[in-house]
């Protein structure tokens, strides 16, 4: 497995590799990586097969956070992940570094940014209103560096993934965008690098999130003529609202491909939501 963190060196590789016909697949992350992370590494494994080249980006996007964000205290752990990488079969870790993505940003010298306007603007666009706009401008750089065949994002990040697959629809490129399953502690709490945030006691009460969704899943299935959305808002909230140190920000039901909020919800609906745990803000998302 090789690291490579100059920008030039990776897409100068990527580049020998589709001359020579390797299909390429990126697994984008901003590192601290679990076993969410690794499942995305070995589906990329999956779909360029044995003869072709596994890239895994490990980088802190610096665009998408806001400055009230938890941006300087973002898990990091370089050493363990490189580790974890090349146990999953990753061919290359990609690491690179603020002074080259966006040369220059400091003093005005940076001013190119790509902007999703739809679907990014309910939801986290709603909560983080500058976050997607540096999702699809470090995406968009990612893929041109390493030019992959195929792209995979977990589904925990519903619409970022959505946002993501737009991007790539509407500016052409060359690329597929999968969304693999999310995957969940034994207790149902979606993997994700900020749990270790968590108390003792908020990692207990973490699994409001799933269970919201367990719940109202329960209830739109064994409803005849669906449930109305704002019924189920306030369901939601008031489960949130039981668990202590536990504030909801938001919980939506909307349209899987377009994003646009459900009035009556019915199966097929998707559902998302977030909540805060002190300082630390977790998500999760499911099809009802």
């Known amino acids: 497995m090789k690291r490579i963190s100059s920008l030039p060196g990776m897409q100068k590789l990527a580049l020998d590799w589709r001359r020579k016909g390797v299909r390429v697949g990126l697994v984008p992350t901003m590192g601290y990586l679990h076993e969410g992370h690794l499942s995305l590494v070995r589906k990329a494994r999956a779909l360029v097969g044995a003869g072709g080249k596994v890239v895994v980006s490990i980088y802190v996007n610096p665009t998408q956070f806001a400055p009230t964000e938890d941006l300087s205290k973002y898990p990091r752990d370089l050493k363990r992940d490189l580790r974890l990488c090349r146990d999953a079969g990753a061919d290359v870790v990609f690491t690179p570094v603020d002074g080259d993505m966006y040369a220059g940003r400091s003093t005005g010298g940076y001013s190119t940014y790509v902007v999703e306007e739809t679907l990014s603007r309910g939801m986290e666009g709603a909560s983080r209103p500058t976050h997607f706009r540096g999702v699809t401008t470090v995406v968009a750089k990612l893929f041109l560096l390493v030019l992959p065949e195929v792209a995979v994002f ?14 790539v629809q509407d500016l052409n490129f060359p690329l597929r965008v999968v969304v693999a399953t999310t995957v969940r502690e034994p207790d149902g709490l979606a993997m994700s690098s900020r749990n270790v945030y968590l108390t003792p006691e908020q990692r207990a009460g973490a699994t409001v999130l799933s269970r919201s969704l367990r719940e109202v899943r329960r209830r739109v299935r064994d409803a005849r003529t669906g449930v109305p959305a704002g019924d189920l808002e306030r369901q939601v909230a008031e489960g949130v609202a ?19 909020p459900a009035v009556t919800v019915t199966r097929g609906t998707q559902m998302a939501l977030a909540v805060w745990f002190g300082r630390t803000r977790l998500i999760d998302n499911g099809r009802l």
């Open 154 to 167: 977990g589904a925990k990040d519903w619409q970022q993934a959505s946002v993501v697959r737009r991007m």
């Open 242 to 260: 039981q668990v202590s140190e536990a504030r909801l920000d938001y919980v939506a039901f909307f349209d899987p491909e377009t994003l646009m």
